[in-house]
């Protein structure tokens, strides 16, 4: 099982726990002067490495803002008041809600008090007020914007032009000198950069920086939605010279290098429409009745090397970005899709993760390092699931085999407290013409899952080799971990107050047996219609999985160890654990020594941004279906429920909409926030989560990935 992180108050933990305990002593102690020999007293710094740690976070702390520095060895909170840092949410009204490590609460900011910060700005702020229901503080300065450039509409007037952002927490318009324009029309979707920001004007000035097409085209609006996510799609001149220059030849010298492959059955098991092939699988049986699987992943790390153009950009976008209609690569297409790709009947550099096992999956002996393979088939998941369901094909005694091992892989982690969820993916077909034509929903089946397990055995396994510790007491290397914190009570309060409305009860009090008990209501109710709901809930209340150098365990999979290492393709998490590998397995130095904690911040924080262009794009392809139905009506489930109306899954196609409160007929409908329901003033009349409703599609807008309802009949 994995563990959860210990909150000791000792400051060998590193260095952002000293930070948490040094903003807690300046609170404390808030016009006091205190020399370092005393803060290390209280903060429990005894040995010189420990006390070093204190002065350098000193020292940052000065350099914030946040302390004063009376003489070289004292210091006091600046101003009687602390200065913290944090990034900046801002709603739609205004206000702004920010939160700063080593607080459990967001400190809240009045609109007038956002000092022009803009939404995921990195801001310094004040406290000017606490209590125990709400924090307020006010923004004293923008200390880096999240972004400059901002998507939006085009509305020219007489003497200047304005945009009218397509985010509403931007909560302003940008004016446009006519002599900015670039050739940009009224009603163009366009992208401005902010480049004056006058004091004492209310909204700022900015030049049109790209014309996007025009407002409503799907090229636009993906587009739009990209940069808005400070998504760049197009590679830079030097990263696209870079990647020409990349030969497909295999250098001869480097294949005597490396561990040859070609003659063992290898194969891909992918998507019908996947491009790039980042992983493959190798079977063989050996002389003592074993066998050897090996999981070869594409050498991303041998074409593109540290501190190059490409691994520059690499690193910037931290990931692909896939969008109903596009993808975004991480890398160019000359090397995502051709040179690194393990693409069939071509030899390919790999770097892999070799197991001798038996048929229950336990491993006998494990081997990393650099490889040559050969890809005999490329088969679809489709064609690979109708040979687990026994048809005839191509290698079929082999996939089954390994099907059985990762079936009693899986049943293995489920055992150890694995959570068991089933991937539900809502999907578009689109016509010639980019518009959608049909939604399906695409399910996990036994040749994912097939795949799966030995992709999650071969970062667990990399992981323990990278990151435990030596037998002798020695720490394990300085590595990239995939971490998953055990989940927050307050979250499964609510998930129990959801299920019972479902009529369900599960015992979610004991933290060891949290995961065992959802996954048995998961099971009892999988082919159930509230299925859906339920898992998408359950997996609302459970951590978000990051990247971090300090080790706490994936929960949701029940490892204590995790990495990335089999998709470097579209994920740098993975091409750095490639080099750190690579070091370890060759002897060299380790890599990273210096900055991966800051790395592993960036690519968390790009891959959130990746995740809500996608679902952003979802939403908007989801309107196009929907506007096509306008007035037509359908039977639906309540998936939903919030202070300002419910939400309705259709059961036909999947697409979503809100039936406003005010919009709800027959009384004066209110949220109870105690029953989490929404219940009528004098009728007392109730609406739940999983209550089924006939709705009418009343209107759809595209452009607020909005689609509204209204109701016909309830059940």
Not at 256 to 279: G, V
Not at 437 to 453: C, D, G, N
Request: glycine share 6%.
């Amino acid at each position: 099982m994995s563990k959860k992180r210990s909150k000791t108050r000792s400051v060998g933990v590193g260095r952002k726990s000293i930070r948490t305990l040094l903003i807690r002593v300046f609170e404390k102690h808030d016009s006091k002067e205190l020399s370092h020999k005393e803060i290390c007293q209280i903060v429990d710094a005894r040995d010189p490495n420990s006390r070093q740690n204190v002065f350098d976070e000193l020292n940052e702390l000065v350099k914030h803002g946040s302390v004063e520095r009376i003489n070289h060895f004292t210091f006091k909170a600046k101003g009687n008041k602390l200065y913290l840092e944090g990034k900046i949410d801002i709603t739609q009204r205004g206000s702004g809600f920010i939160t700063c490590e080593g607080y459990e609460k967001d400190f809240y900011v009045a609109p007038q008090n956002t000092n022009k910060a803009l939404h995921g700005d990195l801001v310094k702020i004040k406290v000017i007020k606490q209590g125990r229901s709400r924090a307020e503080a006010v923004v004293v300065e923008v200390i880096k914007r999240d972004k400059e450039q901002f998507v939006g509409v085009l509305k020219i007037m007489e003497k200047f032009a304005v945009l009218i952002p397509d985010n509403p927490r931007l909560g302003m318009e940008i004016q446009v000198p006519r002599n900015k324009l670039n050739d940009a029309k009224s009603g163009d979707k366009v992208l401005v950069k902010i480049t004056t920001w006058p004091q004492g004007r209310e909204t700022p000035f900015g030049e049109v920086t790209a014309i996007l097409g025009a407002n409503g085209s799907n090229d636009a609006e993906m587009l739009g939605i990209l940069y808005n996510q400070g998504i760049e799609p197009v590679f830079p001149d030097a990263v696209m010279d870079e990647a020409e220059y990349v030969k497909i030849e295999l250098d001869p010298e480097e294949i005597k290098r490396r561990r040859d492959f070609r003659e063992i059955l290898t194969f891909t098991i992918d998507p019908l429409d996947a491009r790039d092939f980042d992983d493959a699988l190798s079977i063989q049986r050996l002389s003592n009745g074993n066998l050897e699987i090996g999981i070869h992943i594409a050498d991303v790390s041998h074409y593109v090397q540290e501190n190059s153009a490409m691994d520059a950009e690499a690193l910037k976008r931290s990931n692909s970005v896939y969008l109903v209609d596009r993808v975004i690569p991480m890398l160019p297409e000359q090397l995502s899709n051709v040179v690194c790709s393990l693409r069939p009947n071509e030899d390919k550099f790999s770097f892999s993760a070799v197991f001798e096992l038996d048929e229950t999956g336990k491993i006998f002996k494990e081997w990393f390092g650099k490889t040559v393979i050969h890809s005999d088939r490329r088969f679809t998941y489709e064609e690979a699931q109708e040979i687990i369901m026994g048809a005839e094909g191509d290698h079929k005694t082999e996939i089954s085999l390994m099907n059985k091992i990762a079936k009693t892989l899986r049943k293995r982690r489920l055992k150890n407290g694995a959570l068991s969820i089933e991937s539900e993916e809502m999907r578009f077909r689109l016509n010639e013409e980019g518009f959608p034509a049909e939604v399906v929903i695409k399910t996990s089946q036994e040749a994912h899952k097939l795949v799966e397990e030995f992709m999650l055995l071969a970062n667990k396994q990399v992981a323990i080799f990278l990151g435990k510790p030596k037998e002798n007491g020695g720490k394990g290397d300085i590595s990239l971990y995939r971490t998953h914190d055990r989940p927050d009570p307050s979250k499964l309060d609510i998930f129990s107050v959801f299920i019972n409305k479902f009529g369900y009860k599960v015992d979610l009090t004991e933290p060891g047996q949290i995961a065992k008990n959802i996954n048995k209501l998961l099971s009892d109710v999988r082919l159930k219609n509230e299925f859906s709901l339920i898992q998408s809930m359950a997996i609302r209340s459970m951590a978000k999985a990051v990247y971090e150098i300090d080790n706490i365990g994936h929960y949701g999979l029940a490892f204590d160890y995790y990495t990335h290492f089999t998709s470097p393709i579209r994920r740098y998490s993975d091409l750095i654990i490639h080099r750190i590998l690579e070091a370890k397995v060759e002897g060299h130095k380790h890599p990273y020594s210096k900055g991966l904690e800051q790395i592993c911040k960036h690519i968390s924080a790009n891959e959130r941004k990746a995740s809500e262009a996608e679902r952003e794009s979802t939403k908007y392809f989801q309107t196009l279906f929907v506007q096509e139905h306008i007035g037509d009506v359908f039977e639906g489930t309540i998936s939903g429920i919030a202070e300002h109306g419910m939400y309705v899954r259709m059961n036909e196609n999947h697409c979503e909409g809100m039936i406003q409160m005010n919009q709800i007929p027959g009384d004066r409908f209110y949220f109870d926030q105690d029953k989490f329901c929404i219940r009528g003033s004098k009728t007392k009349k109730e609406f739940n989560f999983g209550d089924t409703v006939t709705v009418r599609v009343y209107e759809v807008s595209p452009r607020k990935r909005q689609v509204d309802l209204e109701f016909v009949s309830v059940e």
